[in-house]
């Protein structure tokens, strides 16, 4: 018989990733709903741009310097009998791998859309990401306390970029100046923005007498017609094609004056599924079973500077993790004893000693994890679905600059390769070569070698941005056949690859040497 505690625990709980183009105010929404959730008692916690003392991500001074929050960080509150974990992604154009992988552990998205822009370059991205995986996408158009576009206009565009259908739950009366509040058409109620009130609709909703008092005669005119437009012409709401991620709930509202943040906010926790059944190599596995899993998808190392310590960040998949418990560690069939976890929540860490399928806790590191790795208690051991590996498109060779300090540079490249931060090669010479998703990853590999393993480098960005493996051992053959636009290097487990300058070279050698076999992507786990 399952154990009836954990189902309920299971059942309470939530994992979202919340998504955005930079600037569309999702640090500003993240913070409030924690704020709902009292977990932090003031704003400014999320990202404290402004005010170091409550920041959460800030643990690097680049992002400091930027403004951006290049880590992503996971927060947990508690909000209406519901435990909520909330995986911020780094809301900056040149994202990394690691977006995309809190992306993988997340049973479900918030896409934070700027309402006088709407959907930007970043987004798109990251809600095909999301989209791929079939997860249900929530999205809030924001800054409807500023002139913005129009609703209906909104909402076409996000069906027509992104394909997805989409349904309001709560729509807009006015914009910028003129902005008076949100209806919410499946509590037939209206919130008033400045006047703080709300009212309950009778039975026929924004066409009774109601609102004629609270609103200009514009705002009311607009609204009906909107509303009976997208009654008459939009999607039903259907709760099956939301939890299958076929249909987005659209919200409206300011996550700056905290505005439309609480209906939106119940609507997603009555809406987004609980931890369901996660796929492995040994078929799937449900939350709800008695042995616990999870599996690793971040590492991150010297998140306190004043501890240097590195914390692996594990989702439970199943069962219930209790402090100082023995797990095996599929990877190696090592038994490993967690007795050091800790639970982030804003700017706090606590211990923990009890925690359930769908929460994420960090546990403490000293090298024994990757990214990637399954944890159980199960004797049968097996692998979660690997992570997706993403090829980098962006190569450099790095030296340090004082070989008297070559030993700390190899420390730092070899942490911050299995960190996950960056793909590390080498070549036949033993030359470094790191390889990213994005520029920004180099800018921060450079920065943390020099600020926490104190090793100065030169890097030398290298003219290639396809990557491919190899699938031979005739190396020999391989490299007569390379020319000045080819690289042969090895990854770290010395499987060789090449790198091309770019698509074109790629085809020409794949057309010209028909017997060379070359793999686009080898998982963390292969
Ligand atoms: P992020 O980059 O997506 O995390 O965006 P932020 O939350 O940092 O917000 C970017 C800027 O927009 C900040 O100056 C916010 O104060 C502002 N902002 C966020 N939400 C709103 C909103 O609802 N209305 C208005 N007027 N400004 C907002």
């Given at each position: 018989?399952?154990?009836?505690?954990?189902?309920?625990?299971?059942?309470?709980r939530r994992i979202f990733g919340i998504i955005s183009h930079p600037d569309a105010g999702k640090t500003t929404l993240t913070e409030k709903l924690l704020l709902h959730g009292g977990a932090i008692r003031e704003a400014g916690a999320v990202k404290g741009r402004h005010n170091s003392k409550y920041s959460t991500s800030d643990w690097m001074e680049?992002?400091?310097?930027?403004?951006?929050?290049?880590?992503?960080?996971?927060?947990?509150?508690?909000?209406?009998?519901?435990?909520?974990?909330?995986?911020?992604?780094?809301?900056?154009?040149?994202?990394?791998?690691?977006?995309?992988?809190?992306?993988?552990?997340?049973?479900?998205?918030?896409?934070?859309?700027?309402?006088?822009?709407?959907?930007?370059?970043?987004?798109?991205?990251?809600?095909?990401?999301?989209?791929?995986?079939?997860?249900?996408?929530?999205?809030?158009?924001?800054?409807?306390?500023?002139?913005?576009?129009?609703?209906?206009?909104?909402?076409?565009?996000?069906?027509?970029?992104?394909?997805?259908?989409?349904?309001?739950?709560?729509?807009?009366?006015?914009?910028?100046?003129?902005?008076?509040?949100?209806?919410?058409?499946?509590?037939?109620?209206?919130?008033?923005?400045?006047?703080?009130?709300?009212?309950?609709?009778?039975?026929?909703?924004?066409?009774?007498?109601?609102?004629?008092?609270?609103?200009?005669?514009?705002?009311?005119?607009?609204?009906?017609?909107?509303?009976?437009?997208?009654?008459?012409?939009?999607?039903?709401?259907?709760?099956?094609?939301?939890?299958?991620?076929?249909?987005?709930?659209?919200?409206?509202?300011?996550?700056?004056?905290?505005?439309?943040?609480?209906?939106?906010?119940?609507?997603?926790?009555?809406?987004?599924?609980?931890?369901?059944?996660?796929?492995?190599?040994?078929?799937?596995?449900?939350?709800?079973?008695?042995?616990?899993?999870?599996?690793?998808?971040?590492?991150?190392?010297?998140?306190?500077?004043?501890?240097?310590?590195?914390?692996?960040?594990?989702?439970?998949?199943?069962?219930?993790?209790?402090?100082?418990?023995?797990?095996?560690?599929?990877?190696?069939?090592?038994?490993?004893?967690?007795?050091?976890?800790?639970?982030?929540?804003?700017?706090?860490?606590?211990?923990?000693?009890?925690?359930?399928?769908?929460?994420?806790?960090?546990?403490?590191?000293?090298?024994?994890?990757?990214?990637?790795?399954?944890?159980?208690?199960?004797?049968?051991?097996?692998?979660?679905?690997?992570?997706?590996?993403?090829?980098?498109?962006?190569?450099?060779?790095?030296?340090?600059?004082?070989?008297?300090?070559?030993?700390?540079?190899?420390?730092?490249?070899?942490?911050?390769?299995?960190?996950?931060?960056?793909?590390?090669?080498?070549?036949?010479?033993?030359?470094?070569?790191?390889?990213?998703?994005?520029?920004?990853?180099?800018?921060?590999?450079?920065?943390?070698?020099?600020?926490?393993?104190?090793?100065?480098?030169?890097?030398?960005?290298?003219?290639?941005?396809?990557?491919?493996?190899?699938?031979?051992?005739?190396?020999?053959?391989?490299?007569?056949?390379?020319?000045?636009?080819?690289?042969?290097?090895?990854?770290?487990?010395?499987?060789?690859?090449?790198?091309?300058?770019?698509?074109?070279?790629?085809?020409?050698?794949?057309?010209?040497?028909?017997?060379?076999?070359?793999?686009?992507?080898?998982?963390?786990?292969?």
């Amino acid at each position: 018989m399952a154990n009836k505690i954990l189902t309920e625990e299971i059942q309470k709980r939530r994992i979202f990733g919340i998504i955005s183009h930079p600037d569309a105010g999702k640090t500003t929404l993240t913070e409030k709903l924690l704020l709902h959730g009292g977990a932090i008692r003031e704003a400014g916690a999320v990202k404290g741009r402004h005010n170091s003392k409550y920041s959460t991500s800030d643990w690097m001074e680049i992002e400091k310097q930027r403004g951006i929050s290049v880590t992503s960080s996971v927060m947990q509150f508690e909000y209406s009998g519901k435990v909520i974990s909330i995986m911020d992604t780094p809301g900056h154009n040149d994202f990394g791998e690691d977006t995309y992988r809190i992306l993988t552990s997340v049973d479900s998205a918030v896409m934070v859309i700027d309402g006088a822009k709407g959907i930007e370059a970043q987004t798109k991205k990251l809600f095909k990401v999301c989209s791929m995986r079939g997860i249900p996408i929530f999205t809030f158009i924001n800054k409807m306390d500023r002139e913005a576009m129009d609703p209906l206009e909104s909402m076409e565009e996000l069906e027509e970029v992104l394909g997805l259908p989409s349904v309001a739950v709560t729509w807009p009366i006015g914009c910028g100046l003129n902005f008076q509040g949100i209806y919410d058409r499946l509590e037939n109620t209206v919130y008033l923005y400045k006047a703080g009130k709300t009212i309950q609709l009778g039975e026929n909703g924004v066409f009774g007498p109601e609102l004629e008092e609270h609103l200009t005669i514009n705002n009311l005119n607009s609204l009906r017609a909107e509303i009976e437009l997208i009654e008459g012409a939009g999607n039903e709401f259907d709760v099956n094609a939301i939890a299958a991620g076929k249909l987005s709930p659209v919200f409206f509202g300011s996550a700056l004056a905290d505005f439309g943040v609480t209906p939106f906010l119940n609507h997603f926790l009555q809406l987004s599924p609980a931890p369901g059944p996660r796929k492995t190599t040994d078929g799937s596995i449900k939350p709800e079973e008695e042995e616990f899993s999870g599996f690793i998808f971040k590492i991150q190392a010297n998140m306190n500077p004043a501890h240097r310590d590195r914390i692996a960040f594990l989702r439970i998949c199943s069962g219930t993790f209790e402090r100082g418990m023995t797990v095996t560690l599929t990877r190696t069939g090592k038994s490993i004893k967690l007795s050091q976890s800790t639970q982030l929540m804003a700017n706090e860490r606590e211990t923990i000693d009890t925690a359930y399928a769908g929460d994420v806790i960090g546990i403490y590191d000293t090298g024994t994890y990757q990214i990637g790795d399954t944890l159980t208690t199960k004797k049968d051991l097996f692998y979660f679905e690997p992570l997706p590996t993403f090829p980098p498109e962006l190569f450099a060779r790095v030296t340090p600059t004082n070989s008297l300090k070559a030993k700390h540079f190899q420390k730092g490249v070899a942490q911050l390769a299995q960190e996950g931060a960056i793909q590390v090669y080498h070549n036949q010479y033993n030359e470094v070569i790191i390889g990213a998703v994005g520029a920004l990853q180099f800018e921060v590999f450079e920065y943390r070698l020099k600020n926490e393993y104190n090793s100065d480098l030169l890097m030398e960005h290298l003219d290639f941005n396809v990557v491919r493996w190899l699938d031979t051992s005739d190396l020999a053959y391989v490299k007569s056949c390379l020319d000045s636009r080819c690289m042969l290097l090895f990854d770290h487990f010395e499987r060789p690859l090449v790198l091309f300058a770019n698509q074109f070279t790629l085809n020409y050698f794949t057309e010209r040497y028909k017997d060379i076999q070359l793999v686009e992507a080898l998982n963390v786990n292969s």
